[in-house]
C-alpha cells in the first residue's frame, strides 16, 4: 500500500483502526494530519504520546499487530527499541508515537498542520 491517489477509502479505514487502537491502548494527545495534496509521503499523519518508553514502545507493538491481523499490513518501523519516538509507516498512514518530552522538542505537528492552527490537547 502506497499513499497513492484514489486509495482515500483504503487508508481512512488503516486510519481508523489506528485511531481506535490508540485510545484504546490510551494513547495521549492524539493528532490526526490530513497530507493529501500536501506530500506524496502518505495520505494521513498521526502524532500521539505515550507516557514512559515502556508505553511508547507498548503502544507501537499492539498497533503493529492489529494492523497486520485487521488489515493484512505489515509495517515499517522505526525507534521501538529505545521507546523515544518511534515511527510506524503503514503506507498509506504514518504513525508518531512520542514521549512527551521529546515530542515537545521536536514539535513535528506543527510543521504539518495549516497556519493558524491550534493544536488541542
Not at 486509495?7 to 489506528?18: D, K, M, Q, R, Y
Not at 507501537?60 to 505489515?74: Q, V, Y
Amino acid at each position: 500500500m502506497t499513499g497513492t491517489p484514489g486509495n482515500g477509502s483504503a487508508s481512512e479505514a488503516t486510519l481508523a483502526v489506528i485511531l481506535s487502537e490508540l485510545n484504546d491502548n490510551k494513547a495521549e494527545d492524539i493528532v490526526q494530519i490530513d497530507l493529501r495534496g500536501k506530500t506524496s509521503i502518505g495520505d494521513y499523519m498521526v502524532v500521539c504520546s505515550g507516557r514512559s518508553t515502556r508505553q511508547v514502545s507498548a503502544l507501537a507493538e499492539m498497533l503493529m499487530e492489529t494492523l497486520k491481523t485487521e488489515r493484512g499490513i505489515f509495517s515499517k518501523v522505526e525507534g521501538k527499541e529505545t521507546g523515544d519516538w518511534v515511527l510506524i509507516d503503514t503506507g498509506d498512514v504514518i504513525v508518531h508515537i512520542f514521549r512527551p518530552e521529546v515530542r515537545e522538542f521536536y514539535q513535528l505537528e506543527k510543521m504539518w498542520l495549516p497556519t493558524g492552527t491550534a493544536l488541542t490537547n
